[in-house]
T-cell receptor, first 110, second 116 residues
Framework: SQKIEQNSEALNIQEGKTATLTCNYTNYSPAYLQWYRQDPGRGPVFLLLIRENEKEKRKERLKVTFDTTLKQSLFHITASQPADSATYLCALQAGTALIFGKGTTLSVSS | GAGVSQSPRYKVTKRGQDVALRCDPISGHVSLYWYRQALGQGPEFLTYFNYEAQQDKSGLPNDRFSAERPEGSISTLTIQRTEQRDSAMYRC??????????????FGPGTRLLVL
């Protein structure tokens, strides 16, 4: 069956460090993958999209990699801040649907 | 302009009642999606509209769930004969097709449904 796994349910790091979140998938061949941020009580907010022919994408302190051989995406936040604390969701397009992982809740302590 | 809006924000109903949840997408957005999100989980796809056409309803759990978007704008998700297991956050998202594919979805605040 098709599956998306975000390996850590929770990740705690200190301010200033780099947070690395992992998204693995099986039985998909997605053309692209998206990362969303979700704060408590709110809907997901789009952060980055990376296509299968792109190895890496950057936006300010965010970096996403996409390895279609390993079937894995890594999401990095450099120089993390307490304001980065949230749940981060990866999502794959499967036909017309976006299939989401469970999310990883990041806590950045000062 | 305004983002995606949903109403009501909270709905408490008794088992067996019908409920209708409304989504008002961003103006001009062609695509509209309904998701259900349980606590601690990512959104789970329910159904997709392209303009007024329901092009994918593979995620609807059973025939008590239905959705419509008659004029290609506002959409309604209806749950008939609600059951306690229907309690969840129901989210709507809209998007405008990108030229190169890969549509960014803009999510609404959700409707929290509680079935007693």
């Amino acid at each position: 069956s098709q599956k998306i796994e975000q390996n850590s349910e929770a990740l705690n790091i200190q301010e200033g460090k780099t947070a690395t979140l992992t998204c693995n998938y099986t039985n998909y061949s997605p053309a692209y993958l998206q990362w969303y941020r979700q704060d408590p009580g709110r809907g997901p907010v789009f952060l980055l999209l990376i296509r299968e022919n792109e190895k890496e994408k950057r936006k300010e302190r965010l970096k996403v990699t996409f390895d279609t051989t390993l079937k894995q995406s890594l999401f990095h936040i450099t120089a993390s801040q307490p304001a980065d604390s949230a749940t981060y969701l990866c999502a794959l397009q499967a036909g017309t649907a976006l299939i989401f992982g469970k999310g990883t809740t990041l806590s950045v302590s000062s | 302009g305004a983002g995606v809006s949903q109403s009501p924000r909270y709905k408490v109903t008794k088992r067996g009642q019908d409920v209708a949840l409304r989504c008002d997408p961003i103006s001009g957005h062609v695509s509209l999606y309904w998701y259900r999100q349980a606590l601690g989980q990512g959104p789970e796809f329910l159904t997709y509209f392209n303009y007024e056409a329901q092009q994918d309803k593979s995620g609807l759990p059973n025939d008590r769930f239905s959705a419509e978007r008659p004029e290609g704008s506002i959409s309604t998700l209806t749950i008939q004969r609600t059951e306690q297991r229907d309690s969840a956050m129901y989210r709507c998202a809209s998007s405008f097709p990108g030229l190169a594919g890969g549509e960014t979805q803009y999510f609404g605040p959700g409707t929290r449904l509680l079935v007693l």
